[in-house]
């Protein structure tokens, strides 16, 4: 009979591993991945570098699963912004308005990739990320079409022109570090995406 590790145990080990990865996502924000060290991780998680290893093979190990887990938490987000919302104007705002606050300069996750943006990796990485949350917002758009909410229209470029226009104008606002408020930025977004996609010309059936 194969070993089962004890339930508490497991417990105590992804506990540790969470605590490593929550402690190298605020060192690669502060510092970024180029200047993060294994034992800088170790000091600031108070773990062993034998410790360490047991969980993830290299520093960049680590890395990937920070970014993983950044990505999905990411769309989990989206996800439940979205949840009953009673039409596609809601539902865009809602996306937009979760993209925005996600982006804000106290967010370690935003700080994230401000330290680490010139990385040739994080932008294939980004790039990845943009068309997988462009495929989920296409399938609410083609949603939307059969309720009757806008015209029928080409969806799969309908999303993707909002997903990264969304996305490429909030890190324009974080890499400049525009004077534009939160809210300014999603009022301005919102009118600019709503009139793209014509909503203010359909009525829902």
Request: with cysteine; net charge negative.
């Amino acid at each position: 009979m194969a070993y089962k590790t004890p339930k508490h145990v497991q417990e105590k080990k992804d506990a540790k591993k969470h605590h490593i990865l929550d402690t190298a996502l605020k060192l690669f924000a502060l510092k970024g991945f180029e200047n993060t060290s294994i034992q800088d991780i170790c000091q600031a998680a108070e773990v062993s570098v034998g410790s360490m290893y047991f969980y993830f093979p290299s520093k960049e190990d680590i890395y990937e699963e920070v970014y993983s887990r950044i990505n999905n938490q990411s769309l989990q987000h989206l996800e439940r912004a979205v949840a009953g919302a009673a039409n596609l104007e809601e539902i865009i705002r809602k996306v937009i308005e979760t993209i925005v606050l996600s982006a804000l300069p106290d967010r370690t996750e935003a700080q994230f990739f401000l330290a680490n943006r010139t990385m040739s990796n994080l932008k294939i990485k980004r790039d990845d990320s943009l068309q997988k949350f462009a495929r989920w917002f296409k399938a609410i758009l083609d949603e939307a079409v059969e309720n009757g909410e806008f015209n029928p229209q080409n969806t799969e470029l309908a999303a993707v022109s909002f997903i990264y226009g969304t996305y490429q104008s909030v890190r324009y606002w974080n890499v400049f570090q525009l004077e534009t408020s939160a809210e300014e930025m999603i009022d301005t977004l919102y009118a600019y995406h709503s009139k793209g996609l014509g909503l203010e010309n359909c009525t829902p059936k």
